[in-house]
């Protein structure tokens, strides 16, 4: 099975013609920043002259004034509402069906979201690793070596499907108060990450990086405290030291083995396993 690969197996032979991934990397951001450059620029001009984008009907320059201003005379709901209107919607299981039906949905929705993962990282692993016959010369196999491509097309379906939602019921979504740019840097470290995911397969197995990234929760800690001061409980701090402690149990048990032997794995997701941390 393609599913279940060797730890001494190499996880994709690199083609000769394929430039390193720091240089692949560079060129991507560049790319990136031909893009990034021109908005950074209108978003300051647009935000200088504000008032000259202000009207009341839908125009160039009401989208141009929502992306880089956005809709200020709006208000979010305070906090203290948002949680009370929660609490109201999420009433607590009080019968034993409830909590049968409770229970049902969690388990549907749990096993959705393992078959997807596994799912999806198999495929990316076949794609990544496994060789194509050329239509013209069908002796030589050659690797899909472009990552962005199949990023891109991740993105468009998404995309599509995220636009016939939103269109369903248009009219009840609440105004963007925000300006669209923000939504840029989530994009942007979204893209970079799924690239550095898609590009770690060509040296690694999927289960190596799934055990990784399960670990990703100490990082997320580490980067809360330092960027914005948040504090976690002792119980937060152990689960997070727990998960790396495992995964890193995982990675020198499988490398202190000697070459000679054939040791298989086969992949589970981990992630939903990990903490959220917010």
Known sequence: MDAIRTIDSPARDKPPDELVWPLRLFLILLGYSTVAVPAALLICYVRRNRHAFETPYFSVRQLLRSFAVGNQEYQL?????????????????KTKAQCIHIAILLLFFFSGIQVTLVAMGVLQERIITRGYRRTDKPEVEEKFGETQFLIFCNRIVALV????????????????????YVHSYTSFSNTISSWCQYEALKYVSFPTQTICKASKVVVTMLMGRIVRGQRYSWFEYGCGCTIAFGASLFLLSSSSKHAGSAITYTSVSAEPFSLEIS
């Open 161 to 180: 499907l995220s636009l016939l939602i939103l269109a369903k019921d248009w009219t009840k979504q609440p105004p963007h108060v925000p300006p669209l």
């Open 77 to 93: 709901i305070p906090a203290g509402e948002k949680e009370s209107a929660r609490k109201d919607t999420d009433p607590i299981p």
